[in-house]
């Protein structure tokens, strides 16, 4: 398989086994060998190298490359779908794709993985369908690079040769991609990459937001903005703490680095989040930088935080005879972020079910709490611990107790997996239904203690007893 550059001026021309990238400059050779005829040279060995420099000369303008055979191989396009792609980058990033999959033959494979905040497989190499869109829907808030590549490599098996196609603005976040240069050396796995950049001239962004780190109940204090605006023109304001708008307006800059100004005063112990939005003229081509945000603290005792199931909490009332400034709030209702979590100094989570706080916030309380030495507390009940869904995730293994040798009664489990033709339908990330069957009875008997018994049945035409 050849990739070729969409940008290149002429038409690749193939001579047997060699390739010219660039062969416009082969018709130099007209008019340098007439040249030749008519100034000849004093002598035939002058002749002869001035003819051999022409040519070499020539040679190199064309970009000649030796075609030498190869083996089939798997190449695996990693396309960023994160919000700081151009905005019409899906759409070239899918033509880019049709091309390779035109220039395949029968033994060559071709894998898609999108990333953005996550990896996520749209096209296997076994497959051998047209691939017209992306499936999968990465968060587009982030653009985790090495997530990616670790994906690709893992769809190339070892031994085998491939390549990975990055598709990217170079903007990553998260771990470093280079650490897996060298795993991808070792394969002999080659990373090419092909550039999707927006364009920075007019750019409006906020290059700072200065506050101080923290301050006293009652403190007043300045913030001061920097922001960037490449030429004249009335930029307007808004400042929001904790999503209150607490200033706007508007001011003339002129080009370079300009300021904005604003004082406030803290209240109760807790964190402050500011918020400053920026706007400047409608031709601004990368508008995301045209906002930012910042985090104050404010010393003094943070409230305790209690989530539970309905919102109200005995425990609450409690709390507060004993002089804790708390907050209860029902685990479906609640924003889970850092910046919110931010504002408590522990998080009580009072029998409520697993699924009710989320994928984000069994993800960021343990984040939260390492990082930042809250605290965190579990009340007893029938949505608690494993039997409220904690076996197994980051809040489980967070807790003093152990929630995988929990005393049990045994249980005897029969699994029935339908295997009809339905079970085949696509279903996004390059799987298909019968896959999420599998994956879901495999993790359900890695869940089994030595006293259960399992039993597996496929269902197509009639039962199957597997297990």
């Excluded at 075609?67 to 779908?81: C, F, Q, Y």
């Excluded at 307006?249 to 807790?270: E, H, I, M, V």
């Excluded at 005393?407 to 999420?436: E, F, N, Q, Y």
């Amino acid at each position: 398989m050849r990739i070729f550059d969409e940008r290149q001026s002429t038409v690749p021309l193939n001579i047997g086994p060699i390739f010219f990238q660039q062969p416009i400059w082969l018709l130099l050779l007209l008019p340098l060998t007439v040249m030749l005829l008519i100034w000849r040279m004093p002598s035939r060995l002058l002749t002869v190298l001035r003819t051999v420099l022409i040519v070499l000369l020539v040679s190199a303008m064309t970009q000649p490359q030796l075609m030498l055979p190869m083996r089939s191989g798997t190449i695996v396009v990693l396309a960023d779908r994160s919000r700081s792609m151009p905005s019409h980058s899906e759409e070239q990033q899918l033509q880019a794709i049709e091309l390779l999959m035109r220039q395949m033959d029968d033994r060559d494979r071709l894998a898609v993985v999108s990333f953005g905040a996550s990896a996520m497989v749209d096209r296997r190499p076994g497959s051998r369908e047209t691939f017209s869109k992306f499936e999968s829907e990465p968060s587009r808030d982030a653009s985790d690079l090495y997530a990616a590549i670790d994906e690709a490599l893992k769809l190339i098996p070892v031994g085998d040769s491939g390549r990975l196609l990055v598709f990217s603005d170079g903007r990553w976040t998260g771990r470093n991609p280079n650490d897996l240069a060298a795993r991808a050396l070792q394969r002999a796995i080659p990373i090419d990459y092909r550039l999707y950049e927006r364009s920075e001239s007019g750019d409006v962004a906020i290059l700072s937001l200065e506050t101080p780190a923290s301050v006293l109940p009652g403190e007043a204090y300045t913030l001061t903005a920097w922001v960037r605006v490449p030429v004249a023109q009335e930029i307007e304001f808004e400042l929001l703490n904790n999503g209150r708008v607490i200033a706007s307006g508007s001011k003339s800059f002129s080009s370079g680095d300009g300021w904005l100004t604003f004082r406030d005063r803290a209240g109760l112990p807790g964190t402050i989040q500011y918020t400053l939005r920026v706007n400047g003229n409608e031709y601004d081509p990368v508008p995301e930088n045209n906002r930012l945000q910042k985090l104050v603290g404010i010393d003094g005792a943070k409230p305790i935080l209690i989530v539970n199931q309905t919102g109200v909490s005995k425990l609450s009332e409690i709390l507060a005879h004993s002089g804790m400034r708390n907050e209860v709030v029902h685990g479906g209702d609640f924003e889970w972020s850092l910046q919110n979590l931010s504002r408590y100094s522990g998080i009580i989570l009072e029998n409520i079910d697993a699924k009710q706080i989320g994928t984000t916030g069994l993800q960021l309380i343990p984040e939260w709490v390492r990082n930042t030495g809250a605290g965190m507390m579990m009340t007893g009940g029938r949505s608690s611990f494993a039997s409220g869904g904690y076996y197994q995730t980051e809040v489980g293994e967070l807790l003093p107790v152990s929630l995988k040798d929990h005393p049990k009664l045994s249980s005897a489990i029969v699994v029935a997996i339908d295997r009809s033709g339905s079970m085949s339908m696509p279903i996004g990330g390059g799987r298909i239904k019968l896959d999420l069957a599998n994956l879901g009875t495999a993790e359900l008997i890695r869940m089994l203690s030595p006293l259960d018994e399992i039993g597996v049945i496929a269902m197509h035409t009639g039962p199957h007893e597997v297990v």
